[in-house]
């Protein structure tokens, strides 16, 4: 489960890059992430 986030962090951090719009999605999907990891 854990590494499912991760990617799905990943996937969303790349395509911030592409497209600014998700910026505060990706941000809180890593938020998510790291809460998830502790």
Do not use: A, P
Not at 17 to 37: A, D, R, T, Y
């Amino acid at each position: 489960m854990i590494w499912t986030l991760y990617v799905y962090d990943v996937v969303l951090f790349s395509y911030d890059n592409k497209m600014m719009n998700n910026h505060l999605f990706s941000i809180i999907f890593g938020h998510v992430n790291l809460f998830f990891e502790k």
